[in-house]
């Protein structure tokens, strides 16, 4: 049977990563294969892309450039590590997936893009192949970024070009994820981040026995 893929999307300093972490941890303990990825960086090239998109000047990039990065290493990810998960009969939870793109590369940017071309990039590179679920961690911006920057604290590389740029980018990557989310209600589930760790994975955790009946 194949694996479920769940996807963690939102803004800087949503939580994400450690959600993921808690909710593999408690699906293995349930007895399932879980395999984890990220967005860019799940493979070995993708931590080379991911070193260019994360890293360094704010501006160094505009949203076309981005995009066609971030669907390089999505595509990289899907061949070698998520498909091959997935058709093995591992679930798949990844830290960022496409609704993150629209986020940041089209509203983030206040549409730049064209939304027609983001969609033909995202059919080049996986199809028809959609998630299973979408977790969108809902904060308010300036909360999310006190918490980033605190955690860059401790981290070697700092990843903060994005959290470099202004408040009205963060605020339009907001709107976006929630416009996504209303756009496409049985596949993604808001939930309010601003709240403890603990009580955020006991809503994710329900949520997802209730939804896939394990």
Request: hydrophobic share 35%; proline share 3%; glycine share 8%.
């Amino acid at each position: 049977m194949r694996g479920r893929f769940i996807t963690f999307e939102g803004g800087e300093g949503c939580g994400k990563s450690t959600q993921l972490r808690l909710l593999a941890e408690s699906l293995q303990n349930k007895g399932l294969e879980i395999v984890t990825t990220k967005e860019p960086g799940g493979t070995p090239t993708g931590q080379e892309l991911r070193r260019i998109l994360v890293t360094g000047d704010k501006n160094k990039l505009d949203p076309v450039a981005e995009a066609l990065l971030y669907y390089a290493d999505r595509r990289i990810n899907m061949t070698q590590k998520v498909w091959p998960a997935l058709d093995g009969g591992n679930w798949v939870l990844s830290d960022r997936f496409a609704d993150s793109t629209v986020a940041y590369q089209y509203y983030g940017y206040n549409r730049q893009l064209a939304q027609e071309d983001l969609d033909r990039l995202y059919h080049l590179a996986v199809g028809d192949f959609r998630p299973d679920l979408t977790l969108i961690l809902d904060i308010e911006p300036e909360k999310g970024l006190a918490r980033s920057y605190h955690k860059a604290q401790s981290m070697e590389v700092k990843e903060l070009r994005f959290e470099k740029k202004n408040l009205e980018f963060h605020k339009n990557l907001r709107n976006g994820f929630l416009k996504i989310a209303a756009a496409e209600p049985e596949r993604c589930v808001v939930l309010n981040a601003d709240k403890s760790i603990e009580a955020l994975h006991r809503e994710i955790l329900n949520l997802v026995t209730k939804r896939f009946e394990v």
